[in-house]
Structure formats: C-alpha cells, structure tokens
C-alpha cells in the first residue's frame, strides 16, 4: 500500500472519500468521525509546525465535514411505564435502572455528573451542579439546578 501524505489530502481527495465510504455503505456519521481524526491530525501537524496552513483542506471554502442532525426519539409513557415496571434479574441491573429512571426524572443529567454528585450538592430538596462536559469549555459557569421529587429522594438514599 501506498503511504499517503498532507499534500495528498486536498479538497478533492476528501470528496473522493466521502463518496467511496458511502459507495461502502458507510453512514455519514462514520465519514464525520474519520474526517474528524483527519482533521485533528492536520491541527496537530500545523501546531507543531511540520506542515504550513497552505495545505490545510478544511475550513471556510473548503471540505465540510458532513454533519447529521440526530432525531431524538422519545419514549411514551406506555413505554416508560413499562420499563419503569419491568423485574430486573439481579442487584446490578436494579441500580442501572434506577440509575436510568433517575436521569430521566432529572431532566437527562448526564450519568458522569450523577457519578460526581455529592451529598453537600443536595439542600432545601434540590441540588446543584455544573455540566463536567462543558465546564471547562466556558469561561461562564451555569449552576443547573434539579428539585427532587419522592422518587429521586428515594434513589439517592439506596
């Protein structure tokens, strides 16, 4: 096999690739994840000044990374009422339910912000936490807040 260099990897090399990862079968959201490295590499490589911005392919004018909206798909109550009744096999299927059903009644917490709460989060039936996802990511921090209801009371004392 040939070795592939930066100056291989143009606009139109790029477009070739996309068409043969679909002409593959290969869904747009694989195609976003490998072109995603891709890029990541032609960042690091301009950083550490091995290639100039010249051959950069991405960008405005250039390769788009193709995107996919996802389509959430919400449960009805029928269902949630379901998994919410459903018999668990075992102790360690209870607590990933109870885990599930607590994120849900949460508003979605994420489960690493569930894993990084603490018992000095909780006051007056509520707590308090920042995203861990996007803390870093923001100079301005935003407290989320959750009340607690009977259930979520109940998990947290399990």
Do not use: H
Not at 34 to 42: E, I, K, N, Q, S
Not at 45 to 58: H, K, L, T
Not at 85 to 102: H, Q
Not at 108 to 123: E, F, Q
């Amino acid at each position: 096999m040939d070795k592939l260099s930066f100056t291989d990897i143009t606009v139109d090399w790029l477009k070739d690739y996309e068409l043969f990862m679909v002409g593959k079968g290969k869904s747009y959201t694989t195609i976003g994840i490998y072109t995603r490295t891709l890029r990541a590499v032609f960042n690091n490589a301009i950083q550490e000044n091995d290639i100039g911005n010249d051959i950069y392919p991405f960008g405005k004018n250039q390769y788009k990374i193709p995107r996919i909206k996802k389509v959430k798909k919400a449960l009805d109550s029928v269902q949630l009422k379901t998994l919410f009744n459903a018999k668990v096999a075992n102790e360690n299927e209870g607590k990933v339910k109870d885990f599930w059903f607590f994120s849900y009644a949460c508003n979605g917490v994420n489960l690493k912000d569930i894993a990084l709460l603490k018992y000095s989060d909780i006051a007056d039936n509520k707590f308090t936490y920042n995203r861990a996802k996007t803390f870093d990511k923001s100079s301005e921090k935003t407290e989320l807040t959750i009340y607690l209801t009977e259930f979520t009371k109940s998990v947290i004392k399990t």
